[in-house]
């Protein structure tokens, strides 16, 4: 942060660019604070707030932005589906999601909707893994909900094989293979729950979408003895920060990458499209973020 910047830090004009977080409830958001720390690094006159909306209000909300002056904003749980269908354009990313997290007011006031949980999800991995590549081999993704549908579809897009999606109700990981393959997407096996360890046979790339291993939560029932070594295992979750999960991979040997990195890689698209500068994903963004 330059000297100049810092004796601004906080303070907002009334050319201030706007932007926010949109969900229901939105108070433990950690992107206000992510964003936040941005704006005071590169000196930008601009906010990013937290605007708590309920489903029912959403349309109505999302498509005030424009009115309002905003930049753009962010989505999160449980809006996405409805962003999806509320945009003036969608990329093709979120086309293949099938939910928007990010939406960039254009400059003929258009709402454009975006999805870039499966950009921070690959950024993170490439981060904490740089020699990680999805051509390597199979993926093995647990769950089969909004998360693993964006990682199982940043996975295809950057070259994984197969994607064996094991979740303990296999209809629902039929149901996510399915909409996918009706997208152009194929590759993708449901696998059921009394076979996941065998599916870790010959894996290269181990994700845990689900909430298990998360602070309260259970730990992952699943036994690491049939992943290769060689592979390498993602736990989306971060609080806390090494899962059991993660622990149990690093104790036998295999390559891990934690989940904090996605939440923090997945904001810099929508904050360059706000608000003009690429940010960063640095340790000290990371203890800020992890601090709130």
């Known amino acids: 942060m330059t000297a100049g910047s810092a004796s601004n830090a906080g303070a907002i004009s009334g050319k201030a660019k ?18 936040g720390f941005w704006l005071r690094q590169y000196g930008i006159d601009g ?9 029912e209000r959403a349309e109505q909300a999302i498509r005030a932005l424009p009115a309002l002056g905003f930049r753009g904003c962010n989505v999160t749980v449980p809006l996405k589906e409805i962003a999806f269908r509320t945009v003036d354009r969608l990329d093709g990313t979120a086309r293949r999601m099938g939910a928007v997290n990010t939406i960039v007011v254009a400059d003929d006031g258009a709402l454009e909707g975006g ?17 990680w590549t999805a051509e390597q081999g199979p993926a093995v993704v647990i769950g089969a909900g909004g998360a693993a549908r964006a990682v199982v579809v940043a996975l295809l897009d950057a070259g ?9 109700t296999r209809a629902r990981a039929e149901e996510l293979a399915a909409d996918l393959a009706a997208v152009g997407l194929g590759g993708v096996t449901a696998v059921d729950w009394v076979s996941r360890e065998t599916a870790l046979d010959g894996a290269s790339l181990l ?21 290769p070594v060689s592979a390498v295992v993602n736990d989306i979750v971060y609080v806390p ?3 059991p999960l993660l622990a149990e991979a690093k104790a036998r040997g295999n390559r891990v990458a ?22 960063q994903v640095t340790p000290d963004l990371v203890r800020f973020v992890l601090e709130g």
């Open 207 to 227: 994700v845990n979408t689900t909430t298990q291993g998360m602070a309260g939560h259970p730990a992952l029932d699943l036994s690491l003895r049939a992943l």
């Open 115 to 131: 999805n870039t949980d499966g950009f921070g999800f690959i950024e993170n991995l490439r981060a904490e893994q740089p020699d």
């Open 258 to 279: 934690g989940g904090i990195g996605m939440l923090l890689h997945q904001a810099r698209p929508g904050f360059k499209a706000w608000f003009g500068a690429e940010p």
């Open 18 to 35: 706007i932007a926010g977080v949109m969900g229901w409830p939105i108070g433990h958001s950690r992107s206000p604070r992510l964003h």
């Open 160 to 168: 994984a094989p197969e994607v064996r999606l094991v979740n303990r």
């Open 241 to 243: 920060l090494e899962t």
């Open 47 to 55: 906010a990013y707030v937290p605007l708590a909306v309920a489903p």
